[in-house]
């Protein structure tokens, strides 16, 4: 199951990639930059948006998978908007530069997108090993792990260009240089062991030891294994 998740992801990322690069090396970077802001954004903004959908009373387990994807298609779709009103012409390259470039951009692109949609994933009510494959210490695909590298660079963000000072949560292992004070997503890395406990089928979590040893460094933590049906 898990190769064949593995597969079904790169497919994906590769079919990405390819309508990418179909809008030549120019089109293929604003897309790039489009889509590497929409998931900055998203994951900024998710999770208040997600707490103000469930104080209306619906509880129905999906918000932060619903705010996670409506997030990153509006800023993508405004975002694209913007640029193209901007900068609505096509700009010349050099062949070599033209064919390498605009794969580049591409691959990046897709892998960013593969990256939200599997993250959105492990916001859902579904069961703690996503689709019998994925747990917090999987990285799909083939070892790649597009949502540990996605939440590792925000993270960083969040600890360094985009840095915010007050209340919030801190940098207790100091590696931006003011744990007292910096407000740092996800400082731990416990964001995937987290939200793997969370999600309701299955009867296996992560023990405590094993969350305290899984996100120094500022590199995001991923699974557990399963129990019981999925949904």
Excluded at 168 to 195: C, V
């Amino acid at each position: 199951m898990k190769l064949l998740l593995d597969m079904i992801i790169a497919g994906l990322v590769l079919g990405l990639t390819y309508a990418l690069t179909s809008e030549g090396l120019w089109g293929a970077a604003l897309m790039f930059f489009n889509v590497l802001f929409g998931a900055m954004i998203t994951l900024n903004f998710y999770e208040p948006l997600a707490r103000l959908l469930d104080s209306t009373g619906i509880g129905w387990g999906f918000s932060e998978t619903v705010c996670i994807l409506l997030l990153f298609s509006a800023s993508v779709m405004i975002l694209r908007m913007v640029v193209e009103t901007l900068a609505p012409a096509q700009v010349r390259f050099p062949m070599p530069i033209y064919q390498i470039g605009r794969f580049v951009f591409g691959l990046g692109g897709a892998a960013i997108t593969v990256g939200i949609i599997i993250l959105s994933f492990h916001c859902a009510p579904i069961h703690k090993k996503m689709f019998q494959a994925v747990q917090y210490n999987t990285s799909p695909p083939f070892g790649l792990g597009l949502d540990h590298q996605l939440l590792g660079l925000f993270q960083k963000e969040t600890g360094g260009p985009f840095a915010q000072y007050g209340a919030g949560q801190r940098d207790p292992f100091g590696e931006y240089g003011d744990k007292n004070r910096l407000k740092l997503f996800d400082p731990k890395g416990e964001w995937l062991i987290n939200h793997q406990n969370a999600r309701p089928y299955g009867t296996d979590t992560i023990p405590a030891s094993e969350e305290a040893a899984g996100g120094e460094g500022g590199q995001a933590a991923s699974g557990a294994p399963p129990a019981g049906p999925p949904p």
